[in-house]
């Protein structure tokens, strides 16, 4: 596709479940980005991956966040045992280089 | 404190207004810079690169100054499509970027 691609776009889910939120990025971008945001802040950097490989990932904020990027391309943020505080908007990013970066449209997460 | 910071406004300003948004960064290693624009409920959207000798873009100005590791971004003759969050982002050179909180702009008529 054109842009950056984040499915699901909304996601509610039980206190204590597991979720997976996916990220598609622009064809032959090497870099790709987790970012979350709350009302009234910036982008909160998560993990960053330089082709398959995770080259940053001091964001993420406790063992329940992972993420993956097994082919260098899709990326899967993956949430266990989800509490009321991880609901946010989950931005996704890709870079073609020179630390400009394309985000998606964000999987807006909210546990009840 | 925060790697980025910016004032958070709300800067509230009449159609054909100046206004001047400022961001300080604390990481000296820090290797490029950017402005970025969010609308309500939207992704953050590149507004412009930031270059040390300064940079226009129509209405838009951007300045760097390495040295007080301060980055401004200057918006003459506001229009209403103006408003929106300004957001200020450093990138290290391994990669990682990191934005402000954001500083938001409302245009009035």
């Known amino acids: 596709g054109a842009g950056v691609s984040q499915t699901p776009s909304n996601k509610v889910t039980e206190k204590g479940k597991y979720v997976e939120l996916r990220c598609d990025p622009i064809?032959?971008?090497?870099?790709l980005y987790w970012y979350r945001q709350s009302l009234g802040q910036g982008p909160e950097f998560l993990i960053y991956f330089q082709g398959t490989g995770a080259a940053d990932d001091s964001g993420l904020p406790n063992d329940r966040f992972f993420a993956v990027r097994p082919e260098g391309s899709v990326s899967t943020l993956k949430i266990q045992r989800t509490e009321r505080g991880d609901s946010a908007v989950y931005l996704c990013a890709s870079s073609p280089g020179q630390g400009i970066v394309f985000f998606g449209q964000g999987t807006r997460l909210t546990v009840v | 404190r925060k790697e980025v910071e910016q004032d958070p406004g709300p800067f509230n300003v009449p159609e054909g207004a100046t206004v001047a948004f400022n961001c300080t960064y604390s990481?000296?290693?820090?290797?490029?810079f950017f402005w970025y624009r969010q609308d309500c409920r939207k992704e953050p959207k590149l507004l412009m690169s930031?270059?040390?000798s300064g940079n226009e873009d129509g209405r838009f100005t951007a300045q760097l100054n390495r040295a007080s590791q301060y980055i401004s971004l200057l918006i003459r003759d506001s229009k209403l499509s103006d408003s929106a969050t300004y957001l200020c982002v450093v990138n290290t050179n391994a990669g990682k970027s990191t934005f402000g909180d954001g500083t938001t702009l409302t245009v009035k008529p």
């Open positions: 064809s032959g971008h090497t870099a």
């Open positions: 990481n000296s290693a820090s290797q490029s």
């Open positions: 930031v270059y040390s």
